[in-house]
């Protein structure tokens, strides 16, 4: 079938949701383009609360966030159950696939909203056989929230990104008996509140710079060694080896971006770089959500999503966007930044991560200290809210952290 | 006087805050935190410590297996081993809409346990 739209999404989760809200409002014609059956992504198996506070002003869960989110933007035309297996950014053309066969969608604008998908166990390099009894934590948190799966019996968890420690306590609560969550960083690799409510609260024990070096078991996992390190080097004589047979992987999650590669501007991490208007190195081209950055809270990608949404119909309705003024770069201390470039045309929140833990510390514009932060995380994303009035956001722009106390 | 640190878990803005206690570990004063609802959730750490609980329960005859549930407010964190029994041992026909009390009164606390997605018939 030959359809064509003035503004299509790909990807219907917080943040393609937010980009289909946006751009309807807006007054164009928009498709949404899903690979699963329904909206959401990854908010339907996130049962747990601490969505919504940005956007709908209440705690709520995962589920609820989607459900509501979705009545709020009302009626929009979407093919689910389909993937997109070509686009031609120069053409303004896409061809899907689903049951129904092989589709040719043109587009005025286009919103990229794909996310993320989580670094496998393997990636890892550990030695060791590859037994059954080895998940990702979102792979696990789908067969018990979703599917009614238990995982295993016994569980060690590697890892201590914000989905493990949220699975160890959701495996404990279903009666699985978790061992602890290992961390090879000398500091964790989620939000603080989790290791409170989330292992602190279930006596889960977080082993810092210590992670698993080996695996064993031949049809089903049987257990894995593990190890303390001390800065990246595995502690000999610290060996220990504990019996399990499942094994959690929560180590990261990657921008999936496998659509674009090589035809769009990305990062290192391989994340899409955008400017503050949301928008790529193509003038119709936008992306949001965790195919930018991984972000840890799922407002902030529905928020982007609405920006990239709106710009993207402004841009197919005819609308000229402001050029790019400014570009950002990461200097000390800065690990990540939501947006390289800048129209310096409105005020805007740059989202940044620390490179490492810091007890005070400023973030730097051009050297100039404009915002303090106490007990600085890379795992907690900082806001920086930027306006062009108060500060030069015009040239090279460079942004830094110092830690000014411990 | 004792002064402990905490995380306030209520929001993912996860403040940290510093309690001061009294010699018998009663709660004198909090700071750090950046609304009302820290206080109290220091207030309540250091006396009956309390949380929401959230899991899923069976459907029969729904398009998903299961139905995300959640407690509509908190309750004694000495209770929600408990409360995984009830919720675990509970089950719902189909539909279901988010919402919907799936366990009325949950072990006597006055909090209900409700359904936060939509289930259709199968």
Known sequence: ?406 | MKIIDMVCIVCPMGCQMKVTLDDDGKFVSVKGNRCPKGEAYARDEVTDPKRVVTSSVKVVGGKMQLVSVKTDGTIPKRLILDAMKSIKSSSVDAPVKRGDKVIKDLLNTGVNVVATRTVDKN
């Open chain 1, 1 to 406: 079938m030959k359809m064509k739209y003035d503004v299509v999404v790909l990807g219907g989760g917080a943040a393609g949701m937010g980009a289909v809200n946006a751009a309807k409002e807006q007054g164009a014609s928009v498709l949404l383009i899903e690979r699963e059956a329904s909206t959401g992504g990854v908010l339907n198996q996130c049962i747990h609360t601490g969505f919504g506070l940005q956007v709908f002003k209440i705690e709520l869960t995962g589920p609820e966030y989607h459900e509501m989110y979705i009545e709020k933007t009302g009626k929009f035309d979407a093919l689910y159950e389909t993937m997109v297996l070509d686009v031609d950014l120069k053409n303004g053309k896409l061809i899907a696939m689903n049951a129904h066969g092989n589709h040719e969608i043109e587009y005025r604008s286009l919103v990229l909203a794909t996310g993320a998908r989580e670094r496998p166990f393997e990636a890892l390099r550990i030695p060791g056989t590859r037994p059954s009894g080895v998940f990702t934590a979102g792979l696990a948190q789908k067969f018990v929230n979703l599917e009614n799966h238990l995982p295993g019996h016994k569980a060690v968890i590697v890892g201590s990104g914000d989905i493990g420690m949220i699975m160890a306590r959701r495996l404990k609560l279903e009666g699985v008996e978790v061992e602890g969550v290992y961390e090879i960083m000398p500091y964790p690799g989620g939000l603080t509140r989790n290791i409170a409510q989330c292992l602190n609260d279930y006596d889960i024990p977080l082993h810092l710079s210590t992670s698993v070096i080996k695996v064993y078991g031949k049809r089903r996992l049987e257990g894995v060694t593990v190890v303390e390190f001390e800065n990246g080097m595995p502690l000999s004589g610290t060996e220990r080896f504990i019996e399990c047979d499942t094994l959690v992987a929560s180590v990261g999650l990657i921008p999936e971006n496998d659509l674009v590669k090589g035809k769009i501007e990305m990062g290192r991490d391989e994340g899409i770089i955008v400017d503050d208007l949301m928008r790529t190195n193509w003038d119709n081209v936008f992306a949001a959500g965790n195919n930018v950055c991984i972000h840890d809270l799922v407002d902030f990608a529905t928020v982007e999503g609405e920006m990239a949404g709106r710009n993207a119909a402004k841009v197919a309705l005819g609308e000229t966007l402001p050029v790019r003024e400014g570009m950002f770069s990461a200097k000390d201390g800065i690990r990540v930044l939501s947006a390289k470039y800048t129209t310096a045309s409105e005020p805007f929140t740059l989202y940044i991560r620390v490179e490492k833990p810091m007890g005070i510390a400023t973030v730097n514009l051009d050297g100039k200290a404009i915002k303090g932060v106490v007990n600085a995380r890379p795992s907690e994303m900082i806001e920086l809210n930027l306006d062009p009035k108060k500060y030069n956001l015009k040239g090279k722009i460079e942004i830094s952290a110092k830690e000014v106390k411990r």
